[in-house]
């Protein structure tokens, strides 16, 4: 199961964020657990500085924008792949 991580403080991006990788990841057919990560420490833990930012599996994969949705289905993809190991 992919754990997909949104890092942000509840912007609207963050919620857009959200919404985006929610929609990718099930038009994919992945099992998976949205998680959103709040906390400011929690967030500068993963060393981003800018929101949102997406990490999936505790990997960072986007900082600062929200990816379209075949940019999302591309990165959900690579990340269940397991050539990128």
Do not use: W
Not at 25 to 53: H, S, W
Request: hydrophobic share 40%; glycine share 10%; aromatic share 2%.
């Amino acid at each position: 199961m992919k754990k997909i991580q949104i890092l942000g403080t509840g912007c609207p991006k963050c919620a857009k964020l959200a919404d985006t990788a929610d929609a990718a990841a099930r038009e994919l057919g992945i099992e998976y657990e949205l998680v959103k990560v709040t906390d400011i420490n929690d967030i500068l833990g993963f060393g981003v500085m800018m929101t949102p930012a997406l990490a999936v599996d505790g990997e960072v994969k986007s900082v600062g924008r929200v990816p379209g949705s075949e940019e999302m289905k591309d990165v959900l993809r690579q990340a269940s792949s397991p050539d990128t190991q």
